[in-house]
């Protein structure tokens, strides 16, 4: 399964054109969260209706995922916790989200939301409970905030990821944990876009401007992850006995997709 992973997009439309233009050379397309942009002076409606339509168009050509993130949260529930309510209507495109999992060959996507308050984050941990149970070879959870305390989630001053996903991650070994929210960590000193926390992998792209998005390409038979931004680009084999040190690609590699353009 080849894999195209950005996250932390904020309206930036010219990379939503980007990924949109690069979309069918990947088995799956994953956005993990902060899809809007809470600081834009374009209305938060309006940016809903336009990034529905992208998402929309995206999925016309390749399997697209997508979970919240802290920017995407327009309502609150029950519990007055917020939550990202327009995201749920991706499903009409058939488009998973948030509480969602997807079984793609024998890859098992368990999707979370963004958590705001004790409830949802417990509902989250259900979640993950349940789809633990169900058959796999590979699990690979979606998540917008990456780990606490791992290079993943570094700034460049502290560290600005989540804590109970640590826990989660040591409980229950997932494959893979595509994450997003700490824009900065792989272009910092000390940060990175990949971890390995024992057998998971953790991966962030980052966010960068300019119309091309800081991305990660996975592929799960090739086992090689390769990271491109405007500053370098990099790879790094998925074998657990080798050790966390991606290497420059100074030229496109065999199993990257012929069509990709980065
Ligand atoms: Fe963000």
Request: aromatic fraction near 10%; charged fraction near 25%; hydrophobic fraction near 40%.
């Amino acid at each position: 399964m080849k894999c195209l992973l950005v996250s932390d997009l904020h309206y930036t439309l010219k990379q939503f054109d980007w990924v949109l233009q690069q979309a069918p050379a990947y088995d799956v397309v994953v956005i993990a969260g902060d899809h809007l942009d809470i600081a834009s002076v374009v209305d938060l409606q309006a940016q809903i209706t336009v990034i529905l339509s992208y998402l929309k168009r995206m999925c016309a050509k390749t399997r697209v995922v997508v979970c919240s993130g802290n920017h995407d949260l327009d309502a609150r529930d029950f519990h007055d916790e917020k939550y990202a309510r327009w995201i749920l209507r991706t499903r009409q495109f058939g488009i998973p989200t948030d509480e969602d999992s997807l079984e793609l060959e024998d890859i098992l996507f368990t999707i979370c939301p963004w958590w705001d308050g004790p409830k949802r984050c417990a509902r989250v941990g259900e979640q993950i409970e349940r789809d633990s149970r169900k058959t796999k070879a590979q699990w690979i959870w979606i998540y917008h905030a990456p780990p606490d305390a791992s290079p993943t989630s570094w700034s460049g001053r502290r560290y600005g990821g989540d804590a109970q996903l640590v826990e989660w991650i040591a409980r229950f070994a997932p494959s893979m944990v595509l994450v997003g929210h700490v824009h900065q960590s792989p272009f910092q000193q000390g940060g990175s876009w990949v971890d390995r926390i024992g057998a998971t992998w953790v991966f962030n792209p980052g966010r960068q401007l300019g119309p091309v998005p800081a991305h990660i390409i996975l592929d799960t038979q090739a086992r090689r992850a390769l990271w491109a931004s405007c500053e370098v680009v990099e790879e790094i084999a998925l074998d657990a006995m080798a050790p966390l040190r991606p290497s420059p690609v100074r030229e496109a590699p065999a199993w990257l997709d012929k069509r990709y353009c980065g």
